[in-house]
């Protein structure tokens, strides 16, 4: 949404908002599964019990697949007299690719596939783009197709939001005291990592026409809490 903003200086349409939601339905079914006994196997999110801990695996099975569907029932039903058509199918492509098995997907067949601290510094940083960056961008990047940029745009926003998606989770790692993760990181250390990502980030986005201050500022939080 903010990205849409940006880039159109304020101006929406409602439309915007069934993207929206869509990601963050994609976003809820993705954590819903992952705390299932056959994945992380969690008993809590935020503080809470989990889906599953509440309502049992099999209707939190449900719920996620019912998630995953109804956001892209969703996004069918963009007016094609608000946005351009062929940017609605552009979107709808983008976030299914992101969230598949190109994305999201591979990076959690991945993370359970590893074993148990016999990995390295690019397995880690391939997951966490797969896993967590690939959405994010996509987050970012459905507002400037939907806003009709153009690729130098386009690209910039990519990088924009690829790089707070690997700032989140590095952050994730050394809130949640991630020992062997962390150790990974030597030249440069993960503290260094993560203010390079940001800076990247945020001239990124700099690259775009108009008033970038909410993006930025947004990039520094990540980074703000652990440096």
Do not use: W
């Not at 990205?3 to 993207?19: C, H, P």
């Not at 954590?31 to 006994?37: A, G």
């Not at 989770?169 to 990181?185: A, K, P, R, W």
């Amino acid at each position: 949404l903010s990205v849409y903003d940006l880039l159109n200086k304020g101006e929406k349409t409602d439309e915007i908002y069934k993207f929206a939601a869509a990601v963050e339905m994609i976003h809820t079914y993705s954590l819903i599964h992952d705390d299932l006994p056959c994945m992380d196997n969690d008993t809590k999110r935020r503080g809470k019990p989990c889906n599953h801990i509440v309502y049992g695996e099999d209707m939190a099975l449900l719920a996620g697949d019912a998630l995953l569907t109804q956001a892209f029932e969703i996004i069918s039903t963009a007016s094609c007299e608000k946005l351009n058509p062929k940017n609605i199918l552009k979107s709808v492509n983008f976030l299914a690719d992101s969230v598949g098995s190109s994305g999201m997907i591979s990076g959690q067949c991945f993370d359970i596939k590893l074993n148990d601290k016999n990995y390295g510094k690019k397995e880690l940083l391939n997951i966490y783009n797969l896993k967590t960056s690939k959405l994010i961008t996509a987050s970012t990047i459905i507002g400037a197709i939907l806003s009709n940029r153009n690729n130098n745009e386009i690209s910039a926003i990519k990088k924009f939001g690829e790089n707070i998606g690997i700032v989140f989770q590095l952050v994730d790692d050394i809130l949640d005291n991630e020992t062997y993760n962390i150790s990974l990181f030597k030249e440069p250390n993960i503290n260094e990592l993560i203010q390079n990502l940001t800076d990247g980030a945020i001239n990124s986005i700099k690259e775009i026409n108009g008033n970038t201050d909410f993006l930025e500022s947004f990039a520094k939080f990540l980074a703000s809490r652990v440096i």
